[in-house]
């Protein structure tokens, strides 16, 4: 599977953050609507993200849930129906929460910075240090933390969990 150093972090709100993620990004911005229906799992997380009616991933991926750079593992399926997956998945496994969200995404080095607005929780940023196959965890904690740093974020920034598990103690959906 393909691994990263991930973190989330809220945000008083991303207009004072973009000018610093912009001065260091080596690419971007892309601008993404995402709509993630996550599905029941006893062995990890798993969701479906429409782009497009016509355009979706599916995506399964395993991460603890605490604060700070921690490693996740993912695998990603493209699909051209996310809605007839959608409805399969649902009654399969069973729906377990749902996250609307706008994403920019830049690159800064082999790192996804995503600024992400979602639906009900507000503004966050997540990091994605994509790490090579054989790269210990260590090198991409590291460089997330650096990263953290230049942009100035603070360790009581940072956000256990997931959107879903946000939205689901808001009241806003399972989890």
Do not use: W
């Amino acid at each position: 599977m393909a691994r990263n150093i991930e973190i989330k972090a809220r945000l008083a709100g991303i207009p004072e953050l973009l000018p610093k993620v912009a001065a260091l990004a080596t690419g971007g911005p892309e601008e993404i609507d995402q709509d993630d229906t996550f599905f029941r799992c006893a062995g990890g997380r798993l969701k479906l993200r429409t782009f497009a009616d016509d355009r979706g991933e599916l995506i399964f991926y395993r991460r603890a849930d605490r604060r700070g750079p921690k490693e996740s593992s993912y695998l990603i399926a493209p699909t051209a129906e996310p809605g007839a997956l959608r409805e399969l998945l649902a009654h399969s496994h069973g729906e377990a929460g749902r996250v609307v969200k706008h994403r920019t995404v830049y690159l800064v080095g082999r790192t996804r910075v995503h600024l992400d607005r979602v639906e009900g929780l507000g503004e966050f940023l997540e990091l994605e240090v994509v790490l090579r196959d054989d790269e210990d965890a260590a090198a991409g904690i590291a460089e997330a933390h650096a990263l953290m740093d230049g942009l100035g974020i603070r360790a009581d920034q940072l956000v256990e969990g997931a959107y879903v598990d946000l939205l689901a103690a808001r009241g806003g959906g399972e989890a």
